[in-house]
Structures are given as structure tokens and as C-alpha cells.
């Protein structure tokens, strides 16, 4: 059930108008949640709502009983680790070692799955990838280790664990929630005229940068990078630059009409952007970039590899795993390890600099020439974020880096509008203060833009494209 769907325009209507008319006691809304929560769910499938219900019952069942053992965390964290892997890492798995092995039969899926119906005496067999199990994943494991360490220093109850993952705001593609972030919200959920507002003018601009601006960005960008043989290596580039929008519209638009969402039924959700591309570093890009996966893998990732308590040579060495193993979460695809471990280098050199007091050539503009380079190596890295595999990705950016002859396709003056809208909309994330006063003309615009944008809407009715981020 997209977002953007009318299936789910009905859907919210009706919970918005059931949730505010229910008695102000706290444990109705809250329970009325979990179970439209499990109606949105059960949309995708209703067996990956047994299956996360499963889930649910058994890290509850791991904190009952282990929580005061010191093997608590190890068995939470080994369990969701372990689903996490039989359903979106069995196959990729499997493939790899028969690529290590020279076993062509493992790295073919419809092998694997007829062998093990014929094993199991099944007619047939195949692992399906619920949805969301990569950020459930993340949250069951950070809220193990956050109740453990005293972070969260209330006892949970079973409800507790069903509320902290049946939100459905969050349930396609987060923001990635911590225990303390969301479980004290419910006991003083409230909504006032101004939290409407924020949440109302939250949807419109999420509605903007998915079904205006970043669907028509992939519709440039998906012919380039399918076929890239045939476009040069300026095209190569110029869309590289495209698709970096394209994502940061998708997933930013996802993460407003989520929190839009929250502020409607009386939740504050935390930021996931702040305006990326105005990085000052590579560092800093991933302090403005999906923020709430950021922080997750440097808390219980870098920080329990060592973080920067090691000596120099191990901080890098942890840099570069926690970003491969970042990458690895999106997806299971040697593309992702690749990347996350790129920019995972990229942060680590960029380290070594600084702890050598090495910095950039000081000259007229040199800080534009710093921000061009960083910009161009981490757009050109997204490269293997978007592409199959990584013989696609390597002729990419050889056509990029050799300037290669080929088509350079009309039709790039959408993509340039796009370009335009993402730089205003980072303004407003960098700069809030300076637009201060459109928050006063909010109960004027929305009205105007909410009539503007079913009208749009109307018009691509059967032809919306799902958000990026859906499939991690």
C-alpha cells in the first residue's frame, strides 16, 4: 500500500477519523494503532504479517527471560541476524560460495530452490523478502542493546514491543527508531491546529519530491544507466548527478510524508536530511545524509568495533567495515559491499589527512574546488548503488573518467528543474530560520497546493512508481 495510493488515502482517512474520536485513554489509540498497523501490513502479504508477529513474540519472549543474563544481547542480536540473513542473504550467500568454489549450480536461484523442494518434498520452494525486515532488523537490534545499557530504563511489556515496531508511518523505509525515541510518545499522544499544519505541509512537500520531481528524474535516468553503452561519458556524468537527486527526493520525500504522517496522529519522528549536498567533507555528507541510519551504524557498529579508541590503523579498518557492512544492509549485492567500503575509504583517508594536518591547497575558489571533487567522487560512487553488478558499474565510470564519444540524449531540461527544486529544498533544511515566514502562510498554501497536487495525482493514477527505498 504506496503512500501515494488512493487505497491508502482511504486507509489514513478513516484511522485518522476512528484514532482522534476514541477515549482519551492512552491504551485505546495505542492498541488501535498496532492493529492498523497490522491492517497496512497485511496489505503486502499476510504472511509476512505472521511472520513479523513471529518476530515480534520471540525478541519480546528473549528480553523476558535473558534480559538480567549476560548472553541477553548476544541472543537478540544473533536471532534477528539470523532472519535477517535466511531472507535477504540465503541466496546471495549461496551464490558467492559457489562462485568461491567453482559450483555454478549454487549460483543460480532456480537451482537452489528446486533442489530443496525436492529435498523437502515440496512441489515447490522459494524465500521471498518480507517488507521491512532490514529496518525492523535495525531496531529490534538497537533497542537490545539500548534496554541492556539502562538508554531506555523503563520495563517493557509485550505491547511495548508491539508498538516500537507496528507504527506504519515508519514501516516502509523508517526513519530507523530507537526505543526512547518513540515508546514515551505514547502515554501523551495530542495534536494541536499548528502540529496539523507541520504535518499537512510535511505530506504536500514529500508528495512533491516523489511524484513530481523524482519520478520524472527516473524516467531520465533508468534508459542511461540500462544501456550506458551508448551514451558518452558527459551523459554518463550529467546523470550520475540526476540520480543522486533522484534518490535524495525519493527517500527525503518518504521520510516528510512519513513524519507528516506521525505529526497527524500525534508523533514527533526524528530528521533523516539535512541538506547533503552542501557536505563539506565526506564526513559530513553522512551527518546530513539518512541521518538515523548514520548514527545506527556508528552506535552499534563502529563505536563496538573500537570506534576511535584504537590506535590509527584499527579506526580505519573500522570505518571502512562499518560502511561495507552498511552497504551490505542495503542490499545482497557485491555493488553494495563495494560502495559502502568506498565511501567507508573515502572517510578513513580523509581522517588520515586530517590527523597529519595535511589540508587543501589554499588558493582563490579552492574551497569550490574541494566541494566539486568531493561531490563528483561520491556522485560517481552511487554509480554501483544503481547497477546490476559491477562489471556495468566499472564501464560507467570508465566512459566517465575517459570522457568517452557516444549519444548525449535531449529531454535533460526536466532533470535540470529537478536539480533546481532539490537545491531550494536544501536551503530550507540548512537554512529553517530563513523560512520562518512561509510557515505563516502555511494555512493559505496548503489548500492550493493540496488542489494542485490532485490534480497530478489524478493524472498519474495507475502510473505511480514505488519509492527507491521500499526494497531495502
Known amino acids: 500500500m504506496s503512500f501515494l495510493s488512493l487505497s491508502f488515502l482511504i486507509f489514513f482517512g478513516i484511522v485518522f477519523y476512528i484514532y482522534w474520536n476514541l477515549p482519551e485513554k492512552p491504551i485505546f489509540r495505542r492498541l488501535f494503532l498496532i492493529l492498523a498497523s497490522c491492517v497496512f501490513y497485511s496489505y503486502f502479504s499476510s504472511f509476512f504479517l505472521i ?8 525478541n519480546y519472549l528473549i528480553y523476558k527471560f535473558f534480559l538480567d543474563k549476560n548472553l541477553y544481547i548476544k541472543l537478540a542480536v544473533i536471532f534477528n541476524l539470523l532472519n535477517l540473513f535466511f531472507f535477504k542473504y540465503f541466496y546471495f550467500f549461496l551464490a558467492t560460495l559457489g562462485g568461491i568454489l567453482g559450483l555454478t549450480q549454487l549460483e543460480q536461484k532456480s537451482n ?30 538497537s533497542l537490545a542493546v539500548d534496554v541492556k545499557q539502562k538508554k531506555y530504563p523503563h520495563s517493557l511489556q509485550l505491547l511495548d514491543f508491539f508498538s516500537y515496531c507496528l507504527f506504519f508511518p515508519v514501516m516502509i523505509a523508517g526513519p530507523i527508531l530507537r526505543v526512547d525515541q518513540i515508546l514515551n510518545q505514547f502515554d501523551k499522544v495530542n495534536i494541536s491546529f ?9 505530506i504536500i512537500r514529500g508528495i512533491i519530491k516523489k511524484a513530481i520531481l523524482a519520478d520524472s528524474l527516473l524516467v531520465l535516468v533508468v534508459p542511461i544507466f540500462n544501456s550506458p553503452s551508448q551514451y558518452s561519458g558527459l551523459a554518463l556524468l550529467v546523470t550520475t548527478y540526476f540520480f543522486g537527486a533522484m534518490l535524495y527526493l525519493d527517500f527525503s520525500g518518504l521520510t516528510d510524508l512519513a513524519r507528516g504522517l506521525g505529526l497527524l496522529l500525534g508523533f514527533e519522528l526524528p530528521e533523516n536530511f ?26 552499534y557498529i563502529y563505536i563496538p568495533l573500537g570506534g576511535s579508541r584504537v590506535n590509527e590503523g584499527r579506526i580505519y579498518f573500522n570505518l571502512i567495515v562499518t560502511f561495507a557492512l552498511g552497504g551490505l544492509w542495503h542490499g545482497a549485492n557485491m555493488n553494495y559491499i563495494l560502495w559502502g567500503a568506498i565511501n567507508g575509504l573515502y572517510i578513513a583517508i580523509e581522517r588520515s589527512l586530517e590527523q597529519r594536518n595535511i589540508k587543501f591547497p589554499q588558493f582563490f575558489g579552492s574551497s569550490l574546488v574541494h566541494y566539486i571533487i568531493v561531490l563528483h567522487l ?16 566499472f564501464s560507467i565510470v570508465k566512459k566517465i573518467l575517459t ?41 493559505y498554501l496548503i489548500p492550493i497546493f493540496s488542489i494542485i497536487l490532485f490534480i497530478v495525482l489524478v493524472q498519474k493514477s495507475g502510473s505511480n512508481i514505488d ?6
Open 51 to 58: 511472520h513479523l508477529l513471529i518476530v515480534i513474540s520471540i
Open 112 to 141: 537452489i530452490d528446486t533442489f530443496i523442494a525436492r529435498t523437502l518434498g515440496l512441489s515447490s520452494f522459494e524465500i521471498v523478502l518480507p517488507m521491512t525486515i532490514s529496518y525492523y532488523t535495525f531496531q529490534f537490534i
Open 194 to 202: 499548528d502540529s496539523m499544519l507541520d504535518g499537512l505541509w510535511l
Open 274 to 299: 539535512k541538506a547533503p549536498f552542501f557536505m563539506q567533507s565526506f564526513g559530513d555528507f553522512w551527518r546530513r545524509w539518512h541521518l538515523t541510519f548514520s548514527y545506527w551504524i556508528r552506535d
Open 378 to 393: 561520491s556522485m560517481i560512487t552511487w554509480v554501483l548503488f544503481f547497477t546490476p553488478n559491477f562489471s556495468t558499474a
Open 403 to 443: 570522457n568517452s564519444i557516444g549519444l548525449f540524449p535531449t529531454g535533460f531540461e526536466s532533470g535540470i528543474y529537478a536539480i533546481i527544486f532539490t537545491f531550494i529544498f536544501h536551503l530550507g533544511e540548512e537554512f529553517p530560520e530563513k523560512f520562518k515566514k512561509i510557515k505563516y502562510l502555511q494555512k
Open 467 to 472: 519509492f527507491f527505498y521500499e526494497k531495502f
